[in-house]
């Protein structure tokens, strides 16, 4: 069955990076793309992106643009989100999620969530 | 920019009918899913493609659509449908939009 399963819970100081990482399994990874989504505390669902895990290539929504990097490793299935210049906004839970449609058909696969904390 | 826009809460006694909206310009040509996240949990798909319900998720959920409008209905709403609902689209190939997400309160 698909699993994509998280790292744990991050804590950072301002200023710090983070990369988050989700390890699929029970399917080919190549053939579906990854998409990362942000739930601040106490708010909606912030759609991040999504990246191509055949080419790699990733597609930032707007907001998610400059400090937000989607990268691969092919080789263990996994997908990560780094962010950099962490702020304290930036203080949410992190999913990746396989949104797909298919024949017809759509279907949804998510990660548990991580929590990144932010805060000096 | 692509916006869907959703009522902050809906309110519905155990039995009763719940139905939440969203709206949005993107939503007259593409179509919309809808996502079940209850407290602590990652969001569950309930419907897409407007109308169609994925397998698992009970009869009593249902999907309509209307000009730039989608609705997702809950008939004979339970205690266990409580939760924050979140419509959702792709405005084109690349970009995706969920909605500010509905509460809704069965009691």
């Known amino acids: 069955q698909v699993q994509l399963v998280q790292s744990g819970s991050e804590s950072k100081k301002p200023g710090a990076s983070v990369k988050i990482s989700c390890q699929a399994s029970?399917?080919?990874?190549?053939?579906?793309?990854m998409n990362w989504v942000r739930q601040a505390p106490g708010q909606g669902l912030e759609w991040m992106g999504w990246?191509?895990?055949?080419?790699?290539?990733?597609t930032y929504a707007r907001a998610f643009t400059g400090r937000c990097v989607f990268s691969l490793d092919t080789s263990v299935s996994t997908a990560y989100l780094q962010i950099s210049s962490l702020k304290a906004e930036d203080t949410a839970v992190y999913y990746c999620?396989?949104?797909?449609?298919?024949?017809?058909?759509?279907?949804?696969?998510w990660g548990q969530g991580t929590l990144v904390t932010v805060s000096s | 920019s692509y916006e869907l826009t959703q009522p902050s809460s809906v309110s519905v006694s155990p039995g009763q009918t719940a139905r939440i909206t969203c709206s949005g310009d993107?939503?007259?040509?593409?179509?919309a899913r809808w996502f079940q996240q209850k407290p602590g949990q990652a969001p569950v798909l309930v419907i897409y493609?407007?109308?169609e319900r994925p397998s698992g998720i009970p009869e009593r959920f249902s999907g309509s659509s209307s000009g730039t409008t989608v609705t997702l209905t809950i008939s004979g709403a339970q205690i266990e449908d409580e939760a924050d609902y979140y419509c959702?689209?792709?405005?084109?190939?690349?970009?995706?939009?969920f909605g500010g997400g509905t509460k809704l309160t069965v009691l």
């Open positions: 493609k407007d109308t």
């Open positions: 029970g399917y080919t990874f190549s053939r579906h793309a």
């Open positions: 959702f689209s792709a405005p084109d190939i690349s970009l995706r939009v």
């Open positions: 990246i191509n895990t055949d080419t790699g290539n990733p």
């Open positions: 993107v939503l007259a040509k593409k179509s």
């Open positions: 999620a396989r949104l797909d449609c298919s024949g017809g058909t759509c279907y949804d696969f």
